[in-house]
């Protein structure tokens, strides 16, 4: 491990210093962004619905439409909690925090095991295999979410396996076969299909290139990239 003692702090200029600082604050800054979506998934599932917990939604950014938001949340999709679990943990990160430590956007890679009871039937069990991409922001002190929900990939009943089964996106009312395909299965798998590369993680000119948090054009980047090289 390097070890930085304080005689070599002492060498560094004051603009060194400066540049060694903000680097700092960008490392923090990636280590709290992880938190904060680690945090957003344990509350994704079911059985933590209405348990107190702090607001990881920026729901003050002018982006945001907090009414639609917290009206959303208020909307159930199952009859009842009972046999119904969401358990999605976060892997294979890749966060660019701006220059400033004041925003971030991030990509994780999600693999989940659920079971889903809509009108209180026997509950079926799903493996689900998706992406989390997003923006976030320093709101009052802390990072809270902009924006970035899960992405779909595949998600089967457990037998029938992910090629010859995808399930829709669970929703009231639910949503018909073209819509999901336009909406939230827009990039799912197909076993017809090439599957676009889509989201793009973020790279490390992301600030430079889409300068507002709110743009979501940099998950598309490589959609361009793919049609150069046909």
């Known amino acids: 491990m390097l070890e930085v003692t304080r005689e070599d702090l002492d060498l560094l200029t004051e603009a060194e210093l400066a540049a060694l600082e903000r ?3 960008r490392l923090l800054a990636a280590w709290q962004v992880q938190n904060l979506r680690g945090c957003a998934a344990v509350f994704w599932d079911d059985q933590r619905i209405g348990e107190p917990r702090r607001e990881l939604m920026a729901l003050k950014h002018p982006s945001v ?3 639609a938001e917290l009206a959303f949340r208020a909307r159930p999709v199952v009859d009842s909690l009972e046999g119904n679990s969401l358990v999605h943990p976060l892997a294979s990160p890749v966060i660019v ?3 400033e430590a004041k925003r971030a956007r991030s990509t994780f ?3 989940g095991v659920e079971g889903l009871s809509k009108y209180r039937e026997t509950p079926m069990a799903i493996l689900s295999a998706g992406m989390v991409p997003g923006a976030n922001v320093v709101e009052d002190g802390q990072w809270r979410i902009l924006w970035g929900a899960w992405q779909r990939t595949t998600k089967n009943e457990y037998h029938a396996g992910w090629v010859d089964s995808m399930e829709p996106s669970n929703t009231r ?3 018909t076969p073209e819509q999901d395909r336009a909406r939230l299965g827009r990039f799912a798998y197909r076993k017809d299909e ?3 590369p889509v989201p793009a993680p973020p790279r490390e000119d992301t600030w430079a290139e889409f300068p ?3 743009d979501h054009s940099f998950l598309y980047k490589d959609l361009s990239e793919v049609s150069k090289s046909e």
């Open 23 to 25: 680097q700092t604050e």
């Open 65 to 67: 439409n907090a009414a």
């Open 97 to 99: 925090v701006d220059a």
């Open 109 to 111: 890679w999600s693999l």
């Open 173 to 175: 009312p639910p949503l």
């Open 194 to 196: 090439v599957r676009k």
């Open 212 to 214: 507002e948090e709110a």
